[in-house]
């Protein structure tokens, strides 16, 4: 017998659309989704990891204690971005770094570097 016959004869016109499927169910429920995400928020000293920056195996520990729930790593960005958070990178500056000096650099002698000498005519 034809699918499209038995979806119609099981549930009507319903039975004829088609529609996104659903998915598996979200492992944590919304309570504790926000819970999480105000863990996030308050950062990882405050939940006793030594770093200063979160990264994603440290969120899966914490919701693996908090919540006893499992993800795998590669899903712990999409969760997070689910909640509002986006990837961040802290950039890497040296504590003692001259800011002056740093500023001349870029300012000045990188761009004396960077040019090029005028090309020569052709005879």
């Known amino acids: 017998m034809n699918r499209w016959l038995q979806w119609y004869e099981a549930l009507g016109i319903d039975g004829l659309l088609t529609g996104i499927p659903p998915g598996a169910a ?3 429920t919304e309570q504790q989704r926000t819970e999480l995400e105000a863990l996030v928020e308050a950062g990882p ?3 006793g990891y030594q770093s200063g920056v979160w990264t994603g195996p440290m969120i899966g520990d914490l919701i693996e204690q908090r919540f006893g729930v499992r ?5 712990i960005p999409r969760l997070l971005h689910q909640l509002g958070f986006s990837v961040q990178r802290p950039r890497k500056r040296l504590a003692r770094a001259d800011l002056l000096a740093q ?3 870029l300012r000045e002698r990188l761009p004396a570097i960077k ?4 090309h020569a005519a052709v005879s």
């Open 26 to 28: 979200p492992k944590l």
């Open 45 to 47: 000293q405050s939940t």
């Open 71 to 75: 993800y795998h790593n590669p899903h």
């Open 103 to 105: 500023e001349y650099w």
């Open 115 to 118: 040019k090029k000498p005028p």
